[in-house]
């Protein structure tokens, strides 16, 4: 399975369809719209201003302050009917950002052409200085602008868009379970229309309202302000229906495409007369780029294990006087293409470790949908073990494994030997996660998925991040591993 995301991908993957009219919103989500609007000509004002001052101050034959207001109203303008101020109730998207960059630039570049067909030399200058502040301050103030966004919708559902979901089968179960995770997105989900529901406890409690000939009743009777169309049982000339029905509705909709597990930020959308054309450029783990990012990996590790010398001599020391046993705790894991390695973390529990990891059986056999007594033995980590775990140090020896070729930096977590051997049948996509190398860090866990979490969503971001992958994604990754080391404890 499978966008900010972004946040998330499975909402972010789907289209968003638009259709003129008037679109149907509650009074709190009107005031939240309004306030979002107000909110976004603030922050571009100040920031245009600000920018404005500041080319005026660096550069040498500054614009003419006359020239400089057209370009921030042009801006402004161009940004109105782009949809940059346009109510949304998900965050914003790579298109918008680009967007937000892009048209300031071609404002400044025309303000420059006119100030040097005027005679101004150096205009190009005073305009790419202009261009330069206004991106960086606009983007600033929008991130500033999503995050208090984001925290007010987790913080309160009143001003989010109640949600049909057509579909209630297991697309339309996740999407309704995303939407109730992620409230950031702006999209309370209410029910499903479905003619031939799931059958089966998916363990969320939202209703089958009706089926498709329902829509207008559903609508009218529970407030409904967006539809998302997962996949139903209906035939797509039905499917086509209510969507057009949701416009005439003045509804807004948004599509999961069929193909969305194979739809990753690398799609493009092309044309055959009218008929769109979705282009996959996926990236490829054989290619050169993975080896250059694999021979990376292995410089890095060494260096930073050279560095850590004395932290990783320190840690060992004290692991050692913890308790009798081991320093080192070795596990046979799974790699690149399926092949297994042991992986090293320092001990932190008392006595000799078991290398079978049957303490999470409990686990495991819940992944699989079957039902398994937890460990009995207790919590044997000794204080230095409980530190370490916390903290995730006791995962440090695993830079030799990335130095040895084993593991990447970043990639997916390697899953015990006797797991995957379950898990490879009863888990869609599962032995997908071994087209790359297992990482020390990986999309799944700075989302937020570590320890007993959902392992269909963790294969799910394991493989969206294979498909995805970019060295700016890694880099990514690594900048918000901190802050989830710092938030949360250590994986299994």
């Known amino acids: 399975m499978s966008d900010q995301t972004a946040t998330r991908e499975m909402l972010s993957g789907t289209l968003e369809l638009h259709a003129p009219g008037r679109r149907r919103t509650s009074t709190a989500a009107r005031r939240g719209n309004r306030a979002r609007v107000l909110a976004l000509l603030s922050v571009d004002a100040i920031a245009f201003v600000l920018a404005a001052v500041g080319a005026h101050e660096w550069s040498a034959q500054p614009l003419d302050l006359g020239t400089v207001a057209l370009v921030i109203l042009a801006t402004m303008a161009a940004y109105a009917a782009v949809g940059c101020y346009r109510p949304r109730a998900t965050l914003p998207a790579g298109a918008e950002r680009r967007k937000l960059i892009t048209i300031p630039a071609l404002v400044a ?21 202009l261009w330069l502040l206004m991106a960086t301050l606009v983007g600033t103030g929008r991130l500033g602008v999503a995050g208090v966004e984001a925290v007010t919708r987790r913080a309160t559902t009143r001003t989010a868009h109640a949600t049909l979901i057509v579909g209630a089968g297991q697309v339309g179960q996740t999407v309704a379970q995303r939407l109730l995770n992620e409230p950031q997105f702006g999209f309370q ?61 003045g509804i807004g909709v948004n599509v999961v495409p069929r193909l969305f597990e194979v739809e990753g930020r690398r799609t493009r959308v092309e044309h055959l007369g009218a008929l769109p054309i979705v282009s996959l450029d996926p990236s490829d783990p054989h290619s050169w780029q993975f080896t250059v990012k694999y021979a990376l990996d292995r410089v890095i590790a060494s260096l930073v294990l050279l560095v850590l010398t004395p932290v990783v001599a320190a840690i060992a020391i004290a692991v050692k006087l913890s308790s009798p046993g081991p320093v080192l705790f070795r596990q046979r894991r799974v790699g690149l293409d399926g092949r297994a390695f042991d992986m090293l973390k320092f001990r932190t529990m008392a006595g000799e470790p078991g290398p079978a990891g049957e303490s999470n059986a409990a686990w495991a056999m819940a992944a699989i949908g ?31 494994n990335v130095a040895r070729g084993d593991m990447s930096l970043v ?45 269909q969503d963790r294969v799910e971001w394991d493989n969206f991040y294979i498909e995805n992958w970019s060295p700016l994604l890694d880099l990514k990754i690594v900048a918000k591993t901190i802050p989830a080391l710092l938030f949360a404890r250590g994986d299994r």
Not at 115 to 129: I, K, M, Y
Not at 371 to 379: I, K, L
């Open 109 to 129: 570049i025309s303000a420059a052409c006119f100030e040097l067909g005027a005679g101004h030399v150096g205009a190009g200058d005073s305009a790419a200085r």
């Open 189 to 249: 989900p209410i029910g499903f229309l479905d003619k031939e529901p799931l059958d089966g406890d998916s363990g969320l409690t939202l209703p089958v309202l009706g089926a498709s000939w329902d829509l207008e009743e559903v609508v009218a009777e529970h407030d409904v302000e967006h539809v998302i169309v997962a996949f139903s049982t209906a035939p797509p000339s039905v499917v086509l229906d209510v969507v057009r029905r949701c416009w005439a509705l």
């Open 370 to 400: 079957m039902s398994a007594e937890p460990a009995a033995d207790g919590d044997r980590r000794t204080r230095v073990g409980a530190w370490l775990r916390r903290t995730s140090l006791d995962e440090l020896p695993q830079l030799w």
């Open 411 to 455: 990639g997916p977590r390697p899953e015990i030997t006797h797991y995957v051997e379950q898990f490879e049948d009863a888990i869609y996509r599962y032995p997908e996660r071994h087209r790359v190398k297992s990482g020390l860090t990986g999309w799944a866990q700075v989302n937020g998925l570590r320890g007993d979490t959902s392992l």
